[in-house]
């Protein structure tokens, strides 16, 4: 029960502090010293709001090392977002440079790093990669001093998956970032994904079973929500935003 209990109050937390809070207590009673959360939005279009976050309880240099990632050259050079980009699953790791379940090429990178690691006290822990629409690339980190085994590590995995994503629903709620993010219609996204995947507006109108006037309204009303001209900018945008997929 109180693992629930736990969860719950991640997923209820009323700030953003809170949620830090919350993450750390479940963290610290699952033998997790340390964590980190970082997330990269896809393009706002000019919106007044920031696309990058992220927060760790480092008390040392390595905890400059996630607020780097904000500039997009350091985190394209980053084992761990590139990790994520890749599509792997959730991975343990240790300061030895042992990585598992990741990229042969990644694996060899992350390793340079990860012997690093160790001077500042590090051991070994795990990394979750989180995707979502509208998320460029995320991942959150859990490290521990009390083993070198990989397969120490390995049972923790899915739980702490759970709760990353869990804390990231939070952090979406908290941040706003589902409001940042035009509303588009069912009907809109249908004709969206049928024009992204390259049928014309009689195409749709066959496949819809209306008009192709109909059809070009959904579209113009898309774009005009997406704020950008024409059919495939509103493809691409609506694409890059996880609004619709192919």
């Known amino acids: 029960m109180e693992y629930w209990d736990q969860v719950e109050r991640i997923l209820r937390a009323s700030s953003f502090v ?3 809070r919350e993450s750390k207590a479940w963290a610290t009673s699952t033998g997790f010293g340390h964590q980190a959360y ?3 939005l896809q393009d706002l279009h000019g919106r007044d709001r920031s696309d990058f976050l992220t927060f ?7 905890a400059e090392g996630y607020e780097a990632l904000r500039d997009p050259e350091i985190a394209s050079r980053d084992a761990r977002v590139m990790h994520v980009r890749a599509g792997m699953p959730s991975t343990a790791w240790n300061v030895r440079g042992e990585v598992g379940f990741t990229d042969k090429m990644i694996g060899k990178q992350a390793g340079q790093i990860l012997r690093r690691a160790g ?3 590090l051991r070994a822990g795990i990394t979750v990669p989180i995707s979502s ?3 460029s690339w995320a991942f959150m980190t859990f490290t521990t001093d009390a083993t070198f085994d990989l397969r120490d590590l390995f049972c923790t995995i899915a739980p702490m998956t759970y709760v990353a994503s869990c804390l990231h629903v939070s952090a979406r709620r908290l941040q706003g970032w589902d409001e940042a993010r035009p509303r588009l219609t069912e009907r809109e996204r249908e004709v969206l994904r049928w024009a992204a995947l390259g049928k014309t507006s009689w ?3 066959a ?3 209306v008009s192709e006037r109909t059809v070009n309204f959904h579209l113009q009303g898309a774009a005009r929500k997406l704020e ?3 059919r495939q900018a509103a493809c691409a945008r609506a694409i890059a935003l996880g609004l619709i997929t192919l």
């Open 56 to 62: 760790n309880d480092f008390t040392s240099e390595w």
């Open 228 to 230: 950008v001209n024409g």
């Open 119 to 121: 001077e500042y006290g």
């Open 207 to 209: 496949i819809l079973s």
């Open 38 to 40: 970082a997330v990269k």
């Open 133 to 135: 629409p509208g998320v």
């Open 203 to 205: 195409d749709i109108s």
């Open 18 to 20: 809170e949620l830090v």
